[in-house]
């Protein structure tokens, strides 16, 4: 068994090129499943079959595994039966009809509309770097933009008469409507600090850093994090978490999903259909704190 493992391993690495970190992991899901056979007086892994292994998943799961451990052992005991498959060891796969069990989503983290009043108060506008940070999450939180779609926004991708941004994603383009609030931002970053901070006059990015140079993405980082802390908001923010908000915003105030779907640029609706699992457990938690028999 133990030679099995090493060729095995060798093969992940020599063949798939896989980094070390990988190839331990494998290493470890795969001697963790040797030593649950050997328990059972199973020294050859060709006698298993796919009994065996809904027995072992079962074992992993009546000693508390989370089912992302789970699914992770799965994959890499998958992977050892398809290299004894391939080379013959044995007949059969016994994994190839297994399902992998289905991971939980993780809620995002949101905040609350009391939260974003207060992160987005804190940019004050009495210097240009104010008056940038004050436009960055005013429009953040009004379109629920990526911070990467943030940061390669170009002058001429905004409207500010019309009311709309552009934003492209490889050959996908959208338009995304942005509030008052945030073009009142934008028109006053535009026309009191960006100018001031450019250095060259033809530069196209909309939001610079002091360099005048596009603005990255770990310096947003760095923006968000110094706000967050001068609220003393007690959560987890990160770059996304704005774009979160925004879309389970909306959804409590009655958007549908699929005008949700559009604004973010999800290709795919099921990448929306989690913050609807925000607001039923919103609706769940309400009930709970207000109905007298809950």
Known sequence: MEALIQKFINFLERDKRLSLNTLQSYRRDIEQYATYLQDLNLNNISNTNKTTVIAYLLHLQKKGRATSTI???????????????????????????????????????????????????????????????????????????????????????????????????????????????????????????????IQKNDEKSLFVNINGRRLTRQGFWKIIKQYKNQAKINKDITPHTLRHSFAAHLLENGADLRSIQEMLGHSDISSTQIYAQIAKNKIKEIYKKTHPRA
């Open 71 to 197: 699914s992770r052992n799965l994959a890499s005991i998958r992977s050892l039966y398809q290299y004894m498959e391939k080379n013959k060891i044995i007949e059969k796969d016994p994994t190839s009809e297994l399902e992998s069990p289905k991971v939980e989503k993780k809620l995002p983290q949101i905040l609350s509309t009391q939260e974003v009043e207060l992160l987005l108060e804190q940019p004050k506008c009495v210097d240009l770097k104010g008056f940038r940070d004050k436009a960055m999450l005013e429009l953040l939180y009004a379109t629920g933009i990526r911070v990467s779609e943030l940061i390669s926004l170009n002058v001429s991708d905004i409207n500010l008469e019309m009311g709309f941004i552009k934003c492209n994603k490889g050959s996908r383009e959208r338009m995304i409507p942005i509030g008052s609030i945030a073009v009142t931002s934008l028109q006053e970053y535009l026309n009191k600090a960006r100018e001031l901070l």
